[in-house]
Every structure is written in structure tokens, then in C-alpha cells.
């Protein structure tokens, strides 16, 4: 039970700092009737990290490295051992102040050697976490495709196209057909419409006698302008 002493009007006196501060600045304790411990929270972070490395000391024979002094509005990076502000920090919602362990740099290297680790690879990680395949299988649909582009032909394409709507894969593509087709947003109609519009208006060359040619005007648009 505490002494009498110890509270006044909603507030405690710690027994370490001897500063009277409201209950809620005090650690839970379940065992007390108010469920408060006898220590604030900084006096009782104190006596917890000195007693985890008096265990440390007596049971391995070293001793626990001690955290350098962090002012507010910056962080400590224990991977580059500089403190720098939360800026340079990567956000993190589970985070305690919401930012991550790692500043942006150090974070970046880790996440690296992670997927390299991991993955064998950035390449790797991309494929899998994204569109569920490996380098393996991506080879494999290249070469059933004849090492060329799905839709053009283009040599060596480099791009995985894949169903927004499934996710299935599809094909492999080169880098303008991909953003070809995701700039039509996988519309049939829309490209139909597209198809459309270059037949009207794109000049056409017309087969008039065996081995004559004569450039058909389109039926829309106009002439550019001499000054062009």
C-alpha cells in the first residue's frame, strides 16, 4: 500500500525524481488499487535499462551500448551512428514517432541487401512481389514469344503486361506498346477508336496500275502549314 504521503489530490510523489506529477505520468502497475506504479515513466525507464544491463554485464561480461542523446525533432540512425533530423527518415506508421529506425540512405541499403539476400535480386523481388513470376519464367514466355515484342516485334522487350483486372500476365511487351496500351487503359473500343481515326486521317499509299502507287488524301484533317 502506499504512504500516505505519497498521493495528493490526483498526484503521486516518485520515489526516485521526488517530483509530485499526475497519475497518468506514473507506469501501470496492476497489483496497486489505483493501477499506478511508484515510479514516472522516465524514472522507471531509467531503473529498467540499468537493471537489463546489470543482467547483460553479469551474464555475458559486456556492457550494453549506451543510445546518445537525441534533442526533439531528430533521430538516432544505428545502422550510419549519426543523428539526424525526422526528415531524413523514411515515414512509418508503426513507428513510434512515425518514422523508421533506418534514415532514408541506410534504409535504402538495407532494403537492398533484404532483396538480394532474399530474392537474389531487385529484379527477382519486382517480379514476384508484383506480378507473381520470376526471371525464370519471365525468360520462358520471352522466348515463347521469339524473343521479340508481343505486339510489334520489337527485339529484347523488357516490360511483363499484365491483366488490371486479374492480374494474370500476358504477355511481354516493349516499353512504348506497354504504355501504349496503359494509356488506353486496356479498352477495346477505345483502341478500335484509334484505329478508326489513323484510317481517316493518315495519308495512304493506293495500288492504281501494277507497280504504280498514287497517296491518297484523308478524308479528315488538313495540309500542314508551309510555314511548318
Known amino acids: 500500500m502506499p504512504r500516505q504521503w505519497d498521493d495528493r489530490n490526483g498526484e503521486r510523489l516518485c520515489r526516485d525524481c521526488g517530483v509530485w506529477k499526475p497519475l497518468a505520468d506514473f507506469c501501470a502497475n496492476s497489483r496497486r488499487p489505483d493501477g499506478r506504479g511508484s515510479y514516472c515513466k522516465p524514472c522507471f525507464n531509467a531503473r529498467s535499462k540499468a537493471s537489463y544491463a546489470k543482467r547483460v554485464r553479469e551474464r555475458d561480461g559486456r556492457e550494453v551500448r549506451q543510445l546518445p542523446a537525441v534533442p526533439e525533432g531528430y533521430r538516432w540512425c544505428?545502422?550510419?551512428?549519426?543523428?539526424?533530423v525526422l526528415a531524413d527518415f523514411p515515414r512509418n506508421r508503426s513507428g513510434r514517432?512515425?518514422?523508421?529506425?533506418?534514415?532514408?540512405?541506410?534504409?535504402?541499403?538495407?532494403?537492398?541487401e533484404s532483396r538480394t539476400r532474399l530474392h537474389g535480386g531487385s529484379r527477382e523481388y519486382h517480379l514476384r512481389r508484383r506480378y507473381g513470376i520470376g526471371e525464370k519464367e519471365f525468360q520462358e514466355?520471352?522466348?515463347?514469344?521469339?524473343?521479340?515484342?508481343?505486339?510489334?516485334?520489337?527485339?529484347?522487350?523488357q516490360?511483363?503486361?499484365?491483366?488490371?483486372?486479374?492480374?494474370?500476365?500476358?504477355?511481354?511487351l516493349c516499353f512504348n506498346c506497354n504504355g501504349g496500351l496503359g494509356?488506353?487503359?486496356?479498352?477495346?473500343?477505345?483502341?478500335?477508336?484509334?484505329?478508326?481515326?489513323?484510317?481517316?486521317?493518315?495519308?495512304?499509299?493506293?495500288?492504281?496500275?501494277?507497280?504504280?502507287?498514287?497517296?491518297?488524301?484523308?478524308?479528315?484533317?488538313?495540309?500542314?502549314?508551309?510555314?511548318?
Open 183 to 228: 494509356q488506353f487503359r486496356d479498352d477495346r473500343s477505345r483502341l478500335a477508336g484509334a484505329i478508326t481515326y489513323l484510317r481517316g486521317t493518315t495519308w495512304q499509299r493506293v495500288l492504281i496500275h501494277p507497280g504504280v502507287y498514287q497517296m491518297c488524301s484523308p478524308t479528315r484533317g488538313r495540309p500542314p502549314s508551309p510555314r511548318s
Open 97 to 112: 514517432d512515425g518514422h523508421g529506425r533506418y534514415c532514408k540512405p541506410c534504409h535504402n541499403e538495407k532494403g537492398r
Open 78 to 84: 544505428p545502422a550510419c551512428d549519426a543523428v539526424k
Open 141 to 157: 514466355l520471352l522466348a515463347e514469344q521469339g524473343g521479340v515484342c508481343a505486339i510489334c516485334g520489337t527485339p529484347d522487350p
Open 159 to 172: 516490360h511483363l503486361d499484365h491483366d488490371h483486372r486479374t492480374g494474370w500476365v500476358r504477355g511481354i
